[in-house]
């Protein structure tokens, strides 16, 4: 079979029923290919407008008298979220800190109540640093043991000494995307509980919470979000949990009565009670347009294109790419892959830069992984061709051994 044409490309994009939401984001040079929305999301075109509006008017003429409006946001966005693109109930997702901190906190509260004989909390030894930095803190401050382990293993792994299982429904680096419904059933069938972390789910894959029989989740709006740099993240507690579960950071946004300034801590019943302090209202304004994206186009609409558009970047990376010593490190099928592809192989952070020199933007994990993530809503079928032809031609002719082998301080 021979790849598509750039024509054949750019006829399916005429086609393509998200086309239009190219336009409902800020494109400053079109000669960028961006695929690195599962890092930083482009702008909305409707979000500067909206925060000059919330600076403007709630802030310089309302004054402190626009909280009665703001003291809702992290819980209407959150249903917003939550409802339409998590599948979760309404009272279910709050927004709230980084992700980092609410995968602390709903960690900690799943610990604080799983049975005193489990002391052992099982995370993916290749997830996210700060998800295996987390769960060996939280060990370190309880006294119980975090181990990594691969995936596959974590069957035989589940033990009765296992109280918390913590995983990202796609993996940061390979786009593996989990069998939610069957991991957390396995896990619960142990007595164990999940915390799964959706970063690289949010906004791309049509994430299932309720449905999935999922109790507890963690994510960041910043990615396929588009919500902006270091964006309030989310946190998801199912309805039933939320009364017996503590989360260990004890601050008056989670207090019944707030404004009584009661004299000790006693939360709200519901999810709010996973809220810590004052909501930073400019970051969260940023959420409000950026979540209305994403659900005027519908997730199913969103993880459709996605299939699409990663296929065509493995189609053509087989094609172009192997001879070259580049291979497709994600999962062929596509119902086991996230939104992004990853691709290995030699000198891959020199073609990173070179890359980019070229006008294409992806980035490079260590130790060899290239992670190309087209975003449904803006990422054209033309743009993946021209993505992967500028990378062919790079190798070609070798380009990319002018760039330092050494990692920058970011990448
Ligand atoms: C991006 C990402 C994070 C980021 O956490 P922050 O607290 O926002 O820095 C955490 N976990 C995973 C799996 C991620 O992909």
Redesign the pocket.
């Known amino acids: 079979m021979s790849v598509p044409t750039r024509e054949a490309l750019a006829a399916r994009d005429a086609r393509d029923p998200l086309a239009p939401f190219r336009s409902r984001f800020v494109i400053a040079d079109e000669g960028v290919l961006y695929l690195d929305g599962n890092s930083l999301g482009r702008l909305p075109a409707a979000t500067p407008g909206f925060l000059a509006e919330v600076v403007g008017q709630e802030w310089g003429a309302g004054l402190v008298r626009s909280w009665s409006s703001w003291i809702d946001w992290t819980a209407r966005l959150g249903d917003l979220l939550g409802t339409r693109l998590l599948g979760a109930g309404e009272g279910e997702v709050v927004l709230s800190d980084?992700?980092?901190?609410n995968?602390y906190k709903v960690a900690s509260a799943a610990l604080a109540a799983s049975e005193p004989g489990r002391r052992t909390i099982l995370y993916d030894g290749a997830?996210?640093p700060?998800?295996r930095y987390l769960m060996q803190g939280l060990a370190a401050e309880r006294g119980l043991t975090a181990r990594g382990i691969e995936v596959p293993e974590l069957e035989d792994a589940l033990g009765d000494d296992v109280a918390l299982v913590v995983l990202?429904l796609v993996d940061?680096r390979t786009a593996e995307l989990l069998d939610m419904p069957r991991v957390t059933a396995m896990a619960r069938h142990a007595g164990a509980r999940v915390v799964w972390?959706l970063?690289?789910a949010a906004g791309v894959v049509d994430v299932r919470l309720a449905a999935s029989g999922a109790e507890l989740a963690v994510?960041?709006t910043?990615?396929y979000l588009n919500a902006g740099p270091?964006a309030p993240?989310f946190l998801y507690v199912r309805r039933d949990l939320q009364p017996e579960l503590r989360q260990p950071i004890w601050g008056w946004f989670g207090q019944r009565d707030q404004f009584a300034m009661g004299p000790g801590y006693d939360p709200v019943a519901g999810i709010e009670r996973f809220l810590v302090g004052t909501p930073p209202i400019l970051s969260l304004a940023a959420v409000q347009p950026a979540l209305e994206t994403c659900v005027d186009a519908g997730i199913a609409e969103i993880r459709r294109k996605s299939v699409q558009q990663g296929e065509l970047i493995i189609e053509l990376a087989d094609r172009w790419l192997g001879a070259h010593g580049i291979s497709v490190a994600s999962p062929r099928d596509p119902d086991r892959r996230g939104g992004h592809v990853c691709l290995r192989g030699p000198d891959t952070w020199q073609l990173c830069q070179a890359l980019a020199e070229a006008g294409v933007i992806c980035d490079f994990r260590a130790p060899d992984f290239l992670r190309l993530a087209p975003s449904p809503l803006y990422t054209r079928f033309v743009d993946v061709f021209d993505a992967l032809d500028r990378l062919r031609t790079i190798l070609e002719r070798r380009d990319h051994l002018r760039f330092p082998a050494e990692l920058s301080r970011v990448t």
């Open positions: 980084s992700t980092s901190v995968l997830d996210f700060t998800d990202s940061y972390d970063s690289h994510g960041c910043y990615k270091g993240a």
